[in-house]
């Protein structure tokens, strides 16, 4: 099994490129499954099941910050993609925390960018972006070349390792080489580990204590002067 | 080094293909990219940027001497030889003029940013438009025009390609002849998209669109040439007008008898 971690801020057009991706992948004799993963809402699941005809399913992580929750489900999920005869899963994540990464190694991961979003994103998304292995840029066609190229180097700038492609997601425009990305990512075996370091062990605001103040909390703490720029590891 | 780009057929929107098999532009050689609205123009100059392989909505390839393109030039803008200037009239960067310039020229140079090129960009622009742009706006804040005449600029200083491909320079209303005088002045390969008779008779030969399909390619004749210096003094005519009007001036009905 191949997992693909497809990660991004909301419309940045995470599902047009694995409409694409997967199309293609379906093309080449591959059997995709596709996991949803978001805080309240979703309907992609219905929407590639019927499109593609491939086995969907949709999780929300409610009061779980999303990539925690990927981690609590992921593994259930592999099973359930292979049950179904599949050798690739896609999992598309809300990534709303922007201090944890939403990838596994050995896996996959992709980070969804606009190119229309604004030169300072790349500097915003803190892990999703430095711990992944490619930045698919999306939205090209809303821009100039010259825009794209600075965009590209904003983002290298930041993620001087991760490896930038363009797309036109709305007509599958660049779509090949990720297509390439996913068939050289080895099969994942044995137990799987999240990518990077989370950044708290223990929040004492995730377990229930409201206060506002870093004096009312222990652990993990820090004051308004003091700020650190998060990149994950 | 770049000797030619050639353009294989695809098909249109509806599926019809192309009406050619190939066609090979040369260095030195100047093409326009003619039809009407929603004809294609715009995707078949993307096709061209894009080094197109049978994998852009047309299924058109494009090959750069003979070969498909080597893949730097797609994933590094110092590699890329080739510069376009896109429709588009406003900007979505929201960086000042001059970091946006700054980094653009550390992006296409492959070394450190140029100050150097920042200010003959500036400079450049600022003779195309009416209103100078200023290094301390925003890119976003920019007028139509000023966002097209920083483009120009942009593709002729800081990419300084030997190809060009310029999408309707003159629906900006900047000082179109202008600009592609300056911008052909070092260029081996320029193709552009128009509606303008004076810009498309300055072409070795013109690709004719309709419904997303090249339905011919015509070189441009003897007869063509002849009629071109009639088309300028037309043409000059009529910006002579424009720029009356723009600066606040009346017309009388004298004006245009010399050329008519
Ligand atoms: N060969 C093709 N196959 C599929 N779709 C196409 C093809 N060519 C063009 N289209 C589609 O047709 C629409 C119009 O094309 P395009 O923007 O290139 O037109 P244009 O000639 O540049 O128009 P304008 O003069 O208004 O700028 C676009 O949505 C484009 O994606
Ligand atoms: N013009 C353009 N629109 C795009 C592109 N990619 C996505 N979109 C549009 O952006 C919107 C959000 O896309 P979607 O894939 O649902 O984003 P998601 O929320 O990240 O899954 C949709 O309307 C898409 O059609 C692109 O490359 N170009
Ligand atoms: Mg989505
Ligand atoms: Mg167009
Ligand atoms: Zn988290």
Not at chain 1, 54 to 61: C, D, E, G, L
Not at chain 1, 137 to 144: G, L, Q
């Amino acid at each position: 099994m191949r997992v693909v971690i497809c990660a991004g801020p909301a419309t940045t057009g995470k599902t047009s490129v694995v409409r694409h991706t997967a199309k293609k992948l379906l093309h080449a004799g591959h059997k995709v499954a596709f996991v949803k993963l978001d805080v309240q809402y979703a309907d992609e699941d219905e929407i590639l099941a019927e499109e593609l005809k491939i086995p969907t399913r949709k999780v929300y992580s409610g009061e779980l910050c999303p990539d925690h929750c990927n981690v609590m489900v992921l593994g259930d999920a592999m099973q359930w993609a292979e049950q179904h005869g599949c050798d690739v899963l896609i999992v598309e994540t809300a990534g709303l925390c922007l201090r944890c990464s939403p990838y596994v190694e050995g896996g996959l991961g992709i980070v969804v960018l606009e190119a229309t979003s604004g030169m300072n994103l790349p500097l915003k998304v803190g892990p999703m972006l430095s711990l992944a292995d490619v930045a698919v840029v999306t939205k090209i066609d809303r821009i100039s070349q010259a825009e794209r190229e600075v965009f590209r180097s904003r983002i290298q700038d930041v993620a001087p390792n991760v490896r930038v492609r363009e797309v036109n997601a709305l007509h599958g425009i660049g779509i090949d080489p990720l297509v390439n990305e996913v068939l050289e990512t080895p099969e994942v075996n044995g137990p799987m580990f999240l990518r990077g370091n989370p950044p708290v062990g223990t929040c004492t605001i995730c377990v229930g204590k409201k206060e506002i103040g870093w004096q009312s909390h222990f652990g993990v703490v820090r004051a308004l002067e003091n700020q650190v720029f998060y990149r994950g590891e | 080094m770049i000797r030619s780009i050639s353009i294989l057929g695809g098909q249109g929107r509806r599926g019809a293909p192309d009406a050619f098999e190939r066609i090979d532009l040369h260095m030195g050689q100047v093409v326009s990219i003619v039809g009407p609205t929603g004809s294609g123009k715009t995707t078949l100059i993307n096709d061209i940027e894009l080094f197109a392989g049978g994998d852009t909505p047309s299924g058109r390839h494009v090959l750069i001497n003979d070969e498909p393109a080597p893949v730097e030039y797609r994933y590094n803008p110092a590699k890329n030889p080739i510069a376009l200037i896109t429709q588009h009239t406003t900007f979505l960067s929201d960086l000042p003029v001059r970091q946006f310039l700054l980094t653009h020229s550390k992006v296409r140079t492959g070394g450190s940013e140029s100050p150097q090129m920042m200010m003959d960009a500036i400079e450049f622009a600022n003779k195309l438009t009416g209103e100078p742009i200023d290094l301390d706006n925003r890119m976003t804040e920019l007028s139509g025009g000023q966002t097209r005449a920083l483009l120009i600029a942009d593709a002729t200083v800081i990419c300084s390609t030997p190809v060009v491909l310029l999408d309707e320079v003159e629906n900006a209303g900047i000082h179109r002849t202008k600009a592609v005088q300056l911008l052909r002045e070092f260029r081996k390969i320029f193709i552009f998209v128009t509606h303008d008779p004076r810009i498309a008779l300055l072409s070795d030969f013109r690709i004719v669109m309709q419904g997303g399909r090249v339905t011919q390619v015509l070189s441009t004749s003897e007869e063509e040439r002849g009629v071109s210096a009639h088309v300028n003094r037309l043409d000059d005519a009529l910006s002579a007008l424009r720029e009356k009007l723009r600066m606040g001036h009346r017309l009388n009905a004298g004006e245009l008898q010399e050329v008519a």
